[in-house]
């Protein structure tokens, strides 16, 4: 089948070429985002594959719908970028790779939390640079260290684990709390307002719905104590941005590691570095010592993409051959979460 690919990069064609061995279709790939402006490049394609900056509004599918297409397929995890209720009406169904490797972003998870408690990012700069201070490199034991885990999922469960590795206590919250896997991943369940009130390291992984947008925000901030660690590579609206720049000046936040951010459509994935970048809000953030910020990379291992891959290219082919859509995403799973 052909298939319109969007907002593609070298790094993942290469692995889409290789699964694609095994399916055979006819794979048309695109740097531009999906947008209204761009979706008539996938004239005649029966299938469109989009990431997750692309904008999958009701526009963007009457234009697929026009012409041609006849099936989404998200080559992610989220798909709060996609207009579902539209996709619905407009008859195309939406297929997703719900798990490629959680290890690939839990890992990534960790990193981001231990990199900027041991100040990492500017040991690194200071020692290219020839200055061996140690000044200012202060970090802590993770070692009995409390962390919370928002979202209790596949990503969350391993993150959950490695943490327990570490010697931490970790507690978590869920809408839909799995007693069986808090006792395999060593966690226990605790209400949203005590892990936040508790924990030194908070870590989001709850999808980005209309009830976990801004999950933190001023008053959140303000419950957690003093000089806790944020990470953030669920989503980048499960925070509320300005009320973390405060909490960064006010040094209620200690330090954060973030992989998303609330306006990175545009900006991640992009080189912008002969530009000056317009977003005051990221500048103003980039600027905090305590901050690493990693630009949506935390999915990129070899296995994930390879995995990411052979899935898209296999919900392809089921749609192709009529077979039922297992990985199919519907507008009821968001009003779920
Ligand atoms: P998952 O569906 O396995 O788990 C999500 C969990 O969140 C579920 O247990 C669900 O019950 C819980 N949840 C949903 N709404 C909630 C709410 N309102 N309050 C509390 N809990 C709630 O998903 P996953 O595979 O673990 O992925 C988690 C998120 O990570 C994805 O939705 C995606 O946005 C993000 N992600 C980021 C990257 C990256 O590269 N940075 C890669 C993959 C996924």
Redesign the pocket.
Do not use: C
């Given at each position: 089948m052909r298939i319109a690919f969007f907002d593609t990069h070298r790094y993942e064609r290469r692995a889409f070429d290789e699964a694609n061995a095994g399916h055979e279709h006819e794979i048309v790939y695109h740097e531009p985002r999906l947008t209204p402006d761009t979706a008539s490049l996938a004239q005649g394609c029966p299938a469109v594959c989009s990431f997750v900056n692309d904008r999958v509004t009701a526009e963007t599918l009457e234009i697929l719908v026009r012409g041609g297409t006849k099936l989404l397929a998200l080559r992610?995890?989220?798909f709060?970028h996609v207009d579902l209720v539209a996709a619905g009406r407009l008859g195309i169904p939406v297929v997703r790779v719900?798990?490629y490797s959680?290890h690939?972003?839990a890992e990534?998870t960790v990193m981001l939390a231990l990199a900027v408690i041991r100040r990492v990012h500017r040991a690194w700069a200071r020692v290219r640079e020839g200055n061996f201070s140690l000044e200012g490199l202060m970090g802590f034991d993770l070692f009995q260290k409390r962390v919370g885990i928002?979202?209790?999922?596949?990503?969350?469960?391993v993150t959950a684990r490695i943490f327990n590795g570490f010697g931490c206590d970790v507690v978590a919250?869920?809408?839909?709390p799995?007693e069986q896997a808090a006792k395999e991943c060593g966690f226990s369940y605790v209400e949203?307002d005590e892990l936040y009130r508790t924990s030194d390291i908070i870590s989001l992984?709850?999808?980005?719905?209309p009830?976990?947008h801004h999950?933190v925000d001023g008053p959140a901030i303000k419950s957690m104590k003093r000089g806790v660690v944020i990470v953030n590579?669920?989503?980048g609206a499960l925070i509320d941005t300005r009320a973390l720049i405060d909490g960064l000046k006010s040094g209620q936040v200690g330090a954060a590691g973030l992989?998303?951010y609330e306006e990175e459509e545009g900006l991640f994935f992009r080189d912008l570095s002969d530009r000056v970048i317009q977003d005051d809000v990221l500048a103003r953030l980039l600027m905090f010592p305590n901050i690493l910020v990693t630009a949506?990379?935390?999915?990129?291992t070899r296995e994930a993409l390879a995995n990411i891959a052979e899935t898209t290219l296999a919900n392809v082919t089921a749609f192709e051959r009529g077979e039922l859509l297992v990985n199919e995403v519907r507008a009821e799973d968001v009003l779920r979460?």
């Open positions: 992610s995890a989220g709060n719900p798990e959680p690939a972003v990534h928002v979202g209790t999922g596949k990503i969350g469960r919250y869920d809408i839909y799995n949203l992984h709850v999808p980005l719905t009830k976990t999950l590579t669920g989503r992989d998303v949506h990379q935390a999915f990129l979460g």
